[in-house]
């Protein structure tokens, strides 16, 4: 069953506090004029520099909950800590900011700018930021997840797993404290969608980076430190490697 948060003070010092801490949040919505309960009660933390799968059948509540964690959505009850923040109280505008220089984010679908190259696809957040070498620093994370030589090559000129390679290179492109995954292997096969999820798992040990990841692949999810399963908006197992 989901662990009770131990209690969580009002100011979190980053250094000191969990990488996630969640207490007591649910997401309503109102549909067809009643309310529809997507998370309830949903309490749980995650160290700093854990690897962690959030597994359940679809509709269970795993990509609302994402979207808390990324500051994408608000709880209707509770409070969200990521990164020492307070994300269920911050404003809009604080949680932008927030996002850009902590967060990174691996979606299903790569997200890539298909006029731009590889390369620039992962130099364009680093130019957004001011870094003083963008290109230079990009060259170093494609080399990083394999793809030195292919910086040149635009979207359609790569295959599915090099893509999302790609996106996983961009995502740490900040050096971002916590990394968040949609479904990152779900449009690949088995055994690109492992090489994917070893290139963000080497990256993540490099850089101390906290890695959360939404999958449906059993596979995927027994690799990672922990698995938290969901069902019908609750967390149901809190497992560990």
Known sequence: MSRRLTPVPEVLSVSTSPAIALRNVSRSFQSGGADL?????VSFEVARGELVAIVGPSGSGKSTLLAL???????????????GEPLHTRSEDALARWRRGALG????SFQLLDHFTAR????????????????????????????GPRGHHYPR????????????????????????????????????G????????????????????VTHDPAIAARCDRRLTIR??????????
Request: aromatic letters at 4%; hydrophobic letters at 45%.
């Open 194 to 213: 492992a090489r994917v999820l070893e290139v963000m798992d080497t990256l993540r040990r490099t850089s101390g980076a906290t890695l959360v990841l």
């Open 157 to 192: 000129q790569l295959s599915g797993g090099e893509q999302q390679r790609v996106a996983v290179a961009r995502a740490f492109a900040a050096s971002p404290r916590i990394l968040l995954a949609d479904e990152p292997t779900g449009n690949l096969d088995g055994s690109t």
């Open 120 to 147: 620039e696809n992962v130099q364009f957040p680093l130019e957004l930021l001011g870094d003083a070498d963008p290109a230079a620093k990009a060259d170093v994370l494609l080399a990083a997840v394999g793809l």
């Open 69 to 83: 964690l990324a500051g994408l959505d608000r709880p209707t009850t509770g409070e969200v800590w990521v990164d």
């Open 105 to 108: 984010f691996v979606f299903q």
């Open 37 to 41: 309960t997507v998370l309830a009660d």
């Open 232 to 241: 019908d908006g609750r967390v149901v197992s809190d497992e560990r490697s």
